[in-house]
Nanobody
Framework: QVQLVESGGGLVQPGGSLRLSCAASGIIFSSYTMGWYRQAPGKQRGLVAAITSGGSTNYADSVKGRFTISRDNAKNTVYLQMNSLKPEDTAVYYC?????????????WGQGTQVTVSS
């Protein structure tokens, strides 16, 4: 089965840093666009950052210059380095794997990891 397992969340003070990891299994990882989404209570889930199989990246305006997404295909893992964290970054962060091609449109989600930014 497909599994996306996030880790690295926690409590951090404003201005601090965290690095999230998402380990994927059950997919041909290199064929997928990987993304990080977040959802705060009462709000919609939104894209934070994405990285294609070719390494092209896309970021939400709210995190540009602070967050960096990367992937290690040899480890089937995608990362989100979060610096200069703000209270507004508090949310559950979800890993996403998306594929569109000869096998159809596929979309998988991890269980989420809580990030809390508070003094």
């Amino acid at each position: 089965q497909v599994q996306l397992v996030e880790s690295g969340g926690g409590l951090v003070q404003p201005g601090g840093s965290l690095r999230l990891s998402c380990a994927a299994s059950g997919i041909i990882f290199s064929s997928y666009t990987m993304g990080w989404y977040r959802q705060a209570p009462g709000k919609q889930r939104g894209l934070v950052a994405a990285i294609t199989s070719g390494g092209s990246t896309n970021y939400a305006d709210s995190v540009k210059g602070r967050f960096t997404i990367s992937r290690d295909n040899a480890k089937n893992t995608v990362y989100l380095q979060m610096n200069s964290l703000k209270p507004e970054d508090t949310a559950v962060y979800y890993c996403n794997a998306a594929y569109s091609g000869m096998y159809g449109n596929l979309d998988y989600w991890g269980q989420g990891t809580q990030v809390t930014v508070s003094s």
